[in-house]
């Protein structure tokens, strides 16, 4: 998201909204709401945010898989934003997209060669001969054998299933990877495999990502750079060491604060800033900042009028990310009661095989 | 366990289960889906059955209160006891009122399991009025009472209001206040928060703990939220491919986790709040099918120090050093060859 050489993808003032069908339109909704955003080649991007802050709407749109409404989208240094026909599926060609669920993503009729070679039939010319070795190429990759080829999806686990979808997104050698969701429905034991794979992929073939995704810990682990999104909004931006170290806007806090950790001590240590109620309906939007219904620092700050009155830009932010909160500065400086960012002082569990022919000591 | 130990707890024991196991009849041969589970709680006990999909959580869960239906499943038990009567010889009338009264069910997705196209406060109230021979009018008062409790906004006036009129965290805040409706002594929470924003998942956590400290519940809380598990129980179940594979209070499970499961399971996991090597530790593999369960240990294919005993049949559920630890693995038992150090 800082500027460097030419980024591989770059959103400016993006607004997506959504209009009710039928005779009666109602308002528009605004499901993304003027974000801008860099990614450089190579880079991995994160999106966190609650259902509904509109993170999948932006991937969507970023992929021209939702009808913009305004702004312009740029990928490696070309204009998509309205683009059609043979272009845009040139572009679609270099970014493809990971899904959520590996159940539901998969064609259960078809045999995971015809999964995997469709995005090769559909972006070049070639006999079924070229295409099964690129198909076989792709599972390779992802470490599925090559002969299970013509088995279908029910034959193959979740964790299996998962990455037939990422060779299908592989298959037409493309720049840029959407994951949406990747390994939310993943067991912890098969979310580390997949976790493992997508960062051995972008290192050696250069990919660029943008995860989305609630599961700060995957977040961590693979992204450079993170986007806090709240009702269609960027509020926080930052590396990813800077967002889950040292966040800026209260919301990002919130949603740290709430994140379980598998360490019962850190558990009990923490103080947990509950949000109350749920996320305000983009149908009646929040006057000021959108944040402010919810907010917990405005509270604490005996709720400043300008909170509900103006709306933040979102601008460089102490921490060194961007953040859109007119009161962040004065969030660093409240000590008290305010629960930090958990430190790990998680004990380290190692197991050690004990010699041969000596008993486990006690 | 010593024996006085043993002797209070199974004086306050809520729920004793010994052996429980589910069948379900497959094509050609029957599949065991839980294998010779035991559980105790006692009042208060905040208790979590954690493990993978499939494991056989929900199952458990289903079997605890004889929801299987009896057409697909085969539940038995050397034990199943509820407050000292065993529900195992319980005619259906008095399951039925087990299930209403003494036990409240919070499942996972809320919004699958209200009843689309009845009004909420009917819902609640209908059970009040079955087992708790409420009038209409003193169930409703008491419904409204209950939604404030759990947190819903302006309760008289979203009495008439459907469960899609709600938002999901909202949705699950009505199950929960039909859930504790009729002041059960065990709550049974499949998943309850897994459907939910981590920050709502927050609110619906503090809320089931202020309702257990109040009220003096207990809860069985099945989840594959490691970080849920250790904020939010007292004592954890790790189940794996049917059985109980480690039971121990929270801390033990996490600080001295004695199966090479439990180890790979929380090495894992990805933290945010951690910078992660380079590579994730993972375990290899995938969970076994029921029919590839076999007699030895279920484990085996998939641990790095599996040896030539773990071949053997399986090991058992045996007690380890420490309070109430318990471990399903050869490995590290007293003649093993494995040490957890911290």
């Known amino acids: ?362 | 366990m010593s024996a006085e130990v043993a002797a209070a707890s199974a004086a306050g024991a809520l729920l004793r289960v010994r052996n429980l196991t589910v069948r379900f009849k497959g094509a050609g041969r029957d599949l065991t889906a839980v294998d010779g589970v035991d559980l105790e709680l006692g009042r208060g006990d905040i208790v979590g059955l954690v493990g993978e999909s499939g494991c056989g959580k929900s199952v458990t869960m289903m079997a605890l209160s004889l929801l299987v239906p009896a057409s697909s499943g085969v539940v038995t038990a050397d034990e199943l006891s509820f407050g000292g009567v065993s529900v195992l010889d319980m005619s259906t009338q008095e399951l039925r009122n087990l299930r209403g009264r003494d036990l409240g069910f919070i499942f996972q997705n809320p919004l699958h399991s209200l009843n689309p196209l009845l009004p909420i406060g009917i819902q609640i109230s209908e059970g009040l009025e079955q087992h708790m021979q409420l009038s209409r009018k003193a169930a409703t008062a008491q419904t409204v009472d209950l939604l404030a409790r759990v947190g819903i906004p302006d309760p008289k006036r979203r009495l008439r209001d459907l469960p899609h009129q709600f938002s999901g965290g909202m949705c699950q805040r009505v199950m929960i206040a039909m859930a504790i409706a009729c002041e059960p002594k065990l709550i049974l929470a499949d998943e309850p928060t897994t459907a939910l924003d981590v920050t709502i998942q927050a609110q619906i956590l503090e809320l089931l703990g202020s309702i257990v400290s109040e009220t003096g519940a207990s809860i069985i809380f099945v989840t594959h939220d490691l970080g849920v598990a250790a904020g939010f129980c007292n004592h954890i179940h790790v189940m794996y491919a049917g059985q109980i594979v480690e039971s121990a209070p929270v801390d033990a499970v996490f600080y001295e986790p004695r199966t090479p499961y439990t180890w790979g399971l929380l090495n894992s996991v990805a933290r945010f709040d951690q910078e992660a090597p380079e590579t994730l530790p993972f375990i290899r593999g995938r969970p076994p099918n029921p029919h590839e369960f076999g007699t030895h240990c279920r484990f085996r294919a998939r641990c790095d120090y599996a040896r030539q005993a773990c071949a053997g049949p399986g090991p058992d559920l045996l007690p380890r050093p420490g309070r109430q630890h318990l471990a399903r693995c050869f490995g590290t038992e007293p003649s093993g060859w494995l040490e957890a150090r911290s």
């Open chain 1, 1 to 362: 998201m800082t500027g460097q050489a030419r980024p591989l993808v770059e959103v400016n003032d993006l607004v997506v909204q959504y209009r009710r069908a039928g005779l009666l339109p109602g308002a528009a909704i605004q499901a993304v709401d003027g974000v801008s955003l860099t990614i450089q080649p190579g880079e991995c991007v994160g999106l966190v945010g609650e259902s509904g802050c509109g993170k999948s709407t932006l991937g969507r749109a970023i992929l021209r898989g939702t009808p913009v409404s305004s702004g312009t989208l740029r990928f490696d240094g070309v204009d998509i934003t309205r683009i059609t026909g043979r272009r845009l599926r040139d572009v679609r060609r270099k970014m493809q997209m990971v899904f959520q669920d590996p159940y539901s993503s998969l064609n259960p009729k078809m045999t995971v060669e015809r999964i995997v070679g469709e995005p090769i039939r559909t972006h070049t010319s070639g006999s079924r001969r070229e295409m099964r070795t690129r198909v076989a190429e792709a599972l390779e990759v992802v470490g599925i054998d090559p002969a299970r080829m013509g088995d279908y999806p029910h034959q193959f686990s979740g964790g299996q299933r998962q990455r037939i979808g990422i060779a299908r997104a592989l298959a037409v050698r493309p720049l840029f990877i959407l994951c949406d969701e990747a390994t939310s429905a993943l067991d912890v034991s098969i979310r580390a495999q997949i976790l493992n794979l997508l960062r051995q992929l972008r290192a050696e073939f250069g990919l660029t990502y943008l995860m989305i995704s609630h599961d700060l810990g995957s977040l961590r682990h693979l992204c450079d750079q993170i986007g806090v999104m709240y009702l269609g909004k960027l509020v926080e931006t930052g590396s990813s060491a800077q967002i889950f170290g040292d966040p800026s806007h209260p919301y990002t806090k919130s949603l740290l604060s709430a994140m379980p950790v598998p360490d019962p001590a850190v558990e009990r240590a923490r103080t947990r800033i509950v949000l109350t109620g749920d996320v305000p309906s983009p149908m009646s939007m929040p006057s000021g900042c959108g944040f402010h219904t919810r907010c917990w620092l405005r509270q604490k700050l005996g709720s400043p009028e300008r909170c509900h009155l103006e709306a933040p830009p979102l601008a460089a932010s102490v921490a060194g990310g961007l953040v859109a909160c007119h009161f962040s500065r004065e969030m660093r400086d409240l000590k008290d009661g305010v629960a930090p960012a958990p430190t790990g002082e998680h004990q380290k569990r190692r197991t050690t095989e004990v010699q041969e022919g000596g008993f486990a000591p006690r």
